[in-house]
């Protein structure tokens, strides 16, 4: 059974340049059925959709975070990435990868998550 | 920018039926979908294309769509359905993807 794990640094200051990385297990990346996507889920508040990616290079990204968001993919190491400009420390939040279906539109499986903490 | 409307909250005992709605402007054109949220865990999907449930899911999931409006049906709520529920769909052209303020089930 597939699995993804993200991995990135737990604490950031305001200002800096947050990477996330999403390893991809038992699924090829290269994949025609599926995109590839980060979110985002602060506390107390709800889940935010960052962006996807194919892995041809094909990316859609949340308007409200197009201008600081990049999402690439790595078919040589089976993983996908976030970068995200400029952070604030009220974008310290959960962040997690998921794959999305093309075909049935939703995404699964989601990683764990990760925390990640600007201050 | 596009927005799904939830309900805050939805309380039932147990074996009542929860329903939990959410409104759109795109909903009649836009798929929806719905995830569930523990505490601690990752999200999981529990209906797709807005009536389809994905398998391991129980039967007493269910959806259905009217109009600008989708709803999330659980019959015979369970202690374990006590989550967050978010609604998922798209904007009117398909990009871009919008959640939902999340719905929090409480099984008192």
């Known amino acids: 059974q597939m699995q993804l794990q993200e991995s990135g640094p737990g604490l950031l200051k305001p200002s800096e340049t947050l990477s996330l990385i999403c390893n991809v297990s038992d699924d090829s990346i290269t994949s025609d059925s599926y995109y590839w996507a980060w979110f985002r889920h602060p506390p107390g508040k709800g889940l935010e959709w960052i962006g996807s990616?194919?892995?041809?290079?094909?990316?859609f990204l949340n308007p409200s975070l197009k201008s600081r968001a990049a999402i690439s993919v790595d078919t040589a190491k089976n993983l996908f990435s976030l970068n995200l400009r400029s952070v604030t420390a009220a974008e310290t939040a959960m962040f997690y990868c998921?794959?999305?279906?093309?075909?049935?539109?939703?995404?699964?499986?989601w990683g764990p998550g990760t925390l990640v903490t600007v201050s | 920018s596009y927005e799904l409307t939830q309900p805050p909250s939805v309380s039932v005992s147990p074996g009542q039926t929860a329903r939990i709605t959410c409104s759109g402007d795109a909903v009649p054109k836009q798929y929806s979908y719905w995830y569930q949220k523990k505490a601690g865990q990752a999200p999981i999907v529990v209906m797709y294309k807005d009536s389809r449930r994905p398998s391991g899911i129980p039967e007493r999931f269910s959806g259905s769509s009217s109009g600008t409006t989708v709803t999330l049906t659980i019959s015979g709520v369970q202690a374990e359905d006590e989550a967050d529920y978010y609604c998922?769909?798209?904007?009117?052209?398909?990009?871009?993807?919008?959640f939902g303020g999340g719905t929090k089930l409480t099984v008192l």
């Open positions: 998922q769909s798209t904007d009117s052209s398909g990009t871009y993807v919008v």
């Open positions: 990616s194919f892995y041809s290079g094909i990316t």
């Open positions: 998921a794959r999305l279906h093309r075909s049935g539109g939703y995404f699964d499986p």
